[in-house]
């Protein structure tokens, strides 16, 4: 659907406009307008520009200036939405990013008032506080906002007891495109009189799609659900419950994937909160299957009581499986939350989407519409991972669409299929662009005239986020990977493999259910958590990288600076490929950009001086004295392109090798090979020699390389791949082989294991390294555990490695803690912030610290002083001693002290 103008001298007009006039961000560069371009739906629409207003007021202004240009709005929240009701062509007005104020909480009314731009958690965590909460929950609840829960009349897990979004708002404030501001509670309209009854009451609770013309009179309630088509939410208020006292989990397990479809709608009852179905093709996918009983289909029903014995016992009346701890809880809500993300890739790997993402019938009908579903799909020779809401006949589903052809006319045969059923094309988040075209199959004329009329009285004009629910745009027009595709080579020189060696395919990856820019809860991503900017997210960067591919917005190719802007902030730390849901890894495509980026042309300092800083250390290993001196001055940093306001690290007087040299070492015993990293062996021997003591302690027989070796991760995290390869190389042919390596610093460690194999495909030796390397505290771990236990106790802070989060295996980790008589207290949402030679380039400084201030320093200040910290990383070490009177050790430092050993 076209906008009214698209000429660049209009454009300018309208920016400038905005600008003056408007109290916010007016974004109308081509990286602005590719991050809004497309939500978490298959849809691709580019903006003219983004306003995100600062305040309601903001909000107003900006919708007047649009409507003199007679531009189309679309209004937006976190963007998760999967129907594309997110996206548009005209002006995007972003009201997450600083209209997200909660205005009151009144305990004694159990009510809250809110700005549109507040994220569910956080309306959560003031509620609790009072003993309340907002009773719809989507498992986006940790990023999405009310104000788009209002405009898809969002449900979740706990709708079989709270009811959607539209039963749980007492009134709105809100504008219309021509200005009009009004709070519906009590509000009437001639013409919407002549509505009532037009449309009969829905027969079950998930008819969202469409208007709900059945609600009128009550305009709260009939403008909830209208995707931002009839008005803009400035304000809501809100109906808040009283939180349980206690919460159970009843597991139930069925032979095959129809069982928990039959069976949902009979658990409903009191006390019930939750009834949420999943399938085996799902929980294939997740980490956190350990859990369930055998099964091929689980339902997960939780309950509620005034005490704990109570919840359990309701669901001691439902199932033999009952899980009441939290942790465990959690981790099988998990599977759940991030089933949007999970099933966007099939067992073998190939790419889902959604699109027929969450039709719904009522509960009895689900098991006969969930076989016939599959009949359709086999019919059409596609597959789907589905789960859902089995209480409520909500089914999500991810389908291996081929985009390109065949994608109607499968939307067309299954709309058909669940009207047969008396079902809702949308069950929960909206029509959207994917399904406002069918409605014609589920409504009658008469409705759909209805629909033109309601629109009518609120946006006579047809601008607000046109194309969607009335005058709806065909479901295959504007197709991501189709109006998009990939227009400069996008074969890269890392393997990939998970992706067949295609940025292209990769960048897909990223669907945009946007758990990266949750503001807690895991380590991703740090820098999006201390900027707020949507650039600065995984998904920021996984969509300026596919419209880079393109071409269309994002125009310089590999050159392109918004594309090296983004990833500028990018800490490289790996936590999104742990924490996203389909495994962006975001460290290896900016390793890859920096690699193409800087191919043939000058770099930035800081690539020559700390990317290539293990062969400035092996040249001037003889004069620590004078290298330390020397650190420390103005021209020195320039030189290397070093913030000023960061201090530099003191080399040892002795490095670890020049002390291996020297020292009597045991002869007998298991052979191993110690690793001895630039960072440890010329910043921080202490903690080699400390994990040689504990190693020739337990019987090894350790071996360290007699010449100064690296890993290359400085080189490769700087995009010199040809630099990282020779370095990786000359490591491999002096290791031993067939011995085992153990590496102390976590960063190399995990380089090793699984980066230096995409980086060196067809190298025997690198693979043969590649698979000897262990941690350090993988190799300790079985002796110590058939040692005598330790007598000491005592508390650690631990601040868990970004790359050891998210490559290696952390458990090992906490199990010699626990070995050692250690309480640790483990964070694990938090980077360091310095991230290897992140925090030392020139400008990263304020943002390194701001990172580490949003959980590592705070729990450090915090800890006693008789409290251990534990830091195996030496950028986490080094940022610790920088802002903390703290002194941090590697665990191998504390099991030294709990063994007594000298080192």
Known sequence: MSVPFADDRSTKKLAQSLSARVDGDVLFDPASRALYSTDASNYRRIPLGVVRPRHPDAVIDAMAVAAEFDVPITTRGAGTSVAGNACGAGLIIDLQRHCDRITEIDPDRAVAVVQPGVVLDDLQREAARHGLMFGPDPSTHSRCTLGGMIGNDACGAHSVAYGRTSDNVLDLDVLTYTGQRFHTSGFAHPSLTSLQGLMPPPTFSRRVSGYQLDALPDVTRALIGTEGTCVTVLGATLRLHRRPAARALAVLAFADR????????????????????????????????????????????????????????????????????????????????????????????????SGWEDAAVPPERLGAYL????????????????????????????????????????????????????????GEHGDGHARSALLPRMYSPAVLDGFRRFKAVFDPRGRMNPGIIVDPLPVDEDLRIVVAPPRIPHRTELTLPADGGDLAAATRRCVGVGKCVASEGGMMCPSYRATG????????????????????????????????????????????????????????????????????????????????????????????????????????????????????????????????????????????????????????????????????????????????????????????FAGARRQLRRLAAEMVPGVPLVGLEPSCTAFLKHDAPQLCPDDPAVAELSESVRTFGETVRPLLAASPPFTTRRRAVVQQHCHSYAELSPDADRQVLAMAGVTADVLDSGCCGLAGNFGFENGHHSLSLAVAEQELLPAVRAAAPETAIVADGFSCRTQLRECTDREPVHLASLLVEALELKA
């Open 533 to 720: 900017e949507e650039k600065h997210s995984t998904r920021g960067r996984a969509r300026l990288l596919f419209e880079m591919l393109s071409g269309s917005v994002i125009t310089g190719g590999w050159r392109s600076p918004e594309v090296r802007e983004a990833l500028d902030l990018c800490l490289a730390c790996k936590a999104c490929k742990r924490d996203c849901p389909v495994d962006v890894d975001m460290a290896t495509y900016k390793a890859e950009f920096l690699h193409r980026h800087y191919r043939r042309r000058p770099r930035p300092l800081a690539h020559y001086s700390m990317g290539r800083l293990p062969l400035w250390l092996r040249l001037a290993r003889s004069l620590p004295g004078l290298v330390n001196r020397l650190s420390g001055t103005a021209l020195l940093r320039r030189l290397g392109g070093i913030d000023p306001a960061r201090a530099i690290p003191q080399l040892a007087e002795q490095n670890l090798q020049n002390w291996w040299q020297h020292r009597r070492r045991r002869r007998t015993g298991t052979p191993i090979q110690l690793l001895p990293d630039t960072f440890t062996n010329y910043f921080d021997p202490q903690t080699g020699r400390d994990a040689v003591a504990v190693l020739e302690h337990l019987g090894f027989a350790v071996h360290l390389p007699p010449d100064p070796v690296c890993c290359g991760l400085t080189w490769y995290s700087t995009g010199q």
């Open 371 to 426: 076989r016939e579903f599959d009949e359709l799909l086999r019919g059409h020779g596609r597959r789907g991972v589905s789960y859902g809401h089995f209480g409520e006949g909500c089914l999500h589903v991810r389908i291996d669409f081929d985009l390109r052809a065949g994608y109607r006319a499968f939307l067309e045969d299954a709309a058909d299929l669940v009207v047969a059923h008396g079902g809702s094309l949308s």
């Open 258 to 353: 129809y069982g928990a479809a039959d069976h949902g709608h009979t658990l409903r009852g009191p006390g019930v909160l939750t009834i949420e179905g999943l399938d085996d093709r799902l929980v294939a996918l997740s980490r956190n299957a350990g859990l369930l009983p055998p099964g091929n289909s689980w339902l997960l029903v939780e309950t509620g009581g005034e005490s704990l014995d109570e919840a359990r016992e309701l669901a001691a009346s439902l199932s033999d499986v009952v899980l009441h701890e939290p942790e465990d809880m959690r981790a099988l809500w998990k599977i759940r939350e991030e089933g949007a993300g999970l099933a966007t890739r099939m067992g073998d790997g190939g790419e889902a989407w």
